[in-house]
């Protein structure tokens, strides 16, 4: 028994020793870290990694000027109704989405190295405009104005500009004065306005660099007169004109896309689009009774809902050059007044077409009717095993239109955009 007691003694003893020795323990002192795993992090002594954001002093107080861009300036969406001071090195000044309703002429007193203005969705009227306040922006390439009430065109620009976005405002007239010093413009827009009568006099032909016009939405009842030769993208969608002069086109051989929807014409000339460099010709939604000559370059045409009771083949492709075939790849034709579709002698002036979408046609008292579409010809090939691609992603259906092989849902044409 008293062995046993001197054991136990000595049991107790040693504890109380090994847990002052951790008492004891300094961390500091006695711990060596292991070199076989360094630490994933090393920290740098001679770095400050609590830097503060030092604000740009020239940045104005309502706005924010980010370090790595310098030159740009944005005060955008701060409910302003003032433009505030703009500093001298700024050439990116951005104003959208404000309340701002003038525009001094003091507003860019000392910033002479703006390139780019955006002064979209706010409240500027044309008379709160101080004439001449743009025209001293020597360097002034990019002008956005659009989703305001202007009532009319801008004046005084400067030469320097390259695009105009003046879109989704009032403007009901345009002055010929206001667009000769133009002649850098590339892009103009003017869709969604008031104007009834386009460019009066040879203002629009002194724009020698205008490659793009838009006049989408308006109440334009005459085609816009004197576009310069430069012109490749004419929108006229949603107007009211009725007619277009026979020489209309002869002087845009560089016209690439013309777009007219949802407006009154009621016929063309057989060779109104004979045009080089035409791919995209859009007559949807007009009054149009009879096709007319299709040039070899042109590649979509819409030419739904209109009146066309018979495609002729001759009067659209006149002859057969093998060596230089139609490019026509696709065709709307719905919403006509068609009793048979295109006869399929006219694939041989059309070898690329790929869609012909007929649709339902017009059969009179509200009625509608479905066409039977002939099947394209189909030349024999060898037969191999390949991945599938593009050309392989639409079927033909007896309707003549297209559907995807992964989808069964109705085929629904999108829109182009801008």
Same mark, same amino acid.
């Given at each position: $028994? ?13 504890? !109380? ?43 104005? +107080? ?17 409910? /302003? %109704? ?10 990116? /000044? ?6 701002? @309703? ?14 780019? !203005? ?44 390259? $695009? ?59 085609? =816009? %007169? ?5 012109? $490749? ?19 845009? =051989? ?14 063309? #000339?057989?060779? $109104?689009?004979?045009? &080089? ?18 040039? +070899? ?10 009146? !066309? ?12 050059? #093998? ?11 719905? %919403? ?30 509200? %009625? ?6 002939? /099947? ?13 691609? =593009? @050309? ?9 239109? &297209? +559907? +995807? ?14």
């Amino acid at each position: $028994m008293g062995f046993i007691v001197q054991v136990s003694i000595a049991v107790l003893l040693l504890e !109380i020793q090994v847990f002052c020795q951790y008492a004891r323990y300094d961390y500091e002192d006695e711990y060596e870290p292991d070199e076989e795993y360094p630490p994933a992090f090393h920290v740098n002594q001679h770095f400050d990694y609590a830097v503060p954001y030092l604000p740009n002093p020239d940045c104005a +107080r309502e706005c924010f000027c980010p370090p790595t861009l310098p030159q740009t300036m944005y005060c955008d969406n701060r409910k /302003l %109704k003032s433009i505030p001071k703009v500093p001298a090195h700024v050439q990116q /000044l951005h104003l959208q989405f404000n309340e701002i @309703e003038g525009i001094p002429a003091t507003s860019f007193i000392n910033a002479t190295a703006l390139k780019e !203005i955006n002064l979209s969705h706010n409240k500027i009227k044309s008379n709160m405009i101080e004439e001449g306040v743009f025209s001293k922006l020597t360097k002034l390439t990019n002008l956005v104005l659009d989703h305001n009430n202007l009532e009319e065109f801008p004046s005084l620009l400067p030469s320097s500009l390259e $695009m105009i976005l003046v879109n989704y405002n009032k403007i009901n007239k345009v002055q010929s004065s206001n667009l000769q010093s133009l002649i850098n413009v590339t892009m103009l827009d003017l869709c969604n306005n008031n104007i009834e009568d386009a460019f009066k006099g040879k203002g629009l032909s002194k724009m020698k660099s205008l490659m793009q016009l838009n006049l989408c939405n308006n109440k334009l009842h005459s085609m =816009p %007169k004197n576009p310069p030769a430069s012109l $490749m993208y004419l929108s006229l969608e949603n107007n009211s004109i009725s007619q277009i002069p026979e020489d209309y086109f002869t002087k845009l =051989p560089n016209l690439t896309s013309f777009r007219m929807s949802n407006n009154k014409l009621k016929e063309v #000339p057989r060779n $109104m689009f004979n045009l &080089p460099n035409l791919m995209e010709l859009d007559l949807a939604s007009n009054k149009l009774k009879q096709a007319f000559y299709i040039p +070899r370059s042109l590649e979509h045409l819409y030419l739904q809902e209109n009146d !066309i009771e018979f495609l002729n083949t001759s009067l659209m492709c006149s002859f057969i050059d #093998p060596m230089n075939p139609n490019r026509l790849t696709y065709l709307r034709i719905e %919403k006509n007044r068609l009793q048979a579709p295109l006869s399929t002698l006219a694939f041989l002036c059309f070898p690329n077409i790929q869609n012909i979408y007929y649709g339902e046609q017009k059969k009179g008292e509200g %009625k509608d009717t479905k066409l039977e579409a002939p /099947l394209f010809p189909q030349f024999p090939q060898p037969e191999e095993e390949h991945e599938e691609g =593009p @050309e392989d992603r639409f079927n033909y259906h007896e309707e003549g239109e &297209p +559907r +995807r092989r992964e989808e069964e849902d109705d085929f629904e044409f999108e829109p182009y955009s801008y």
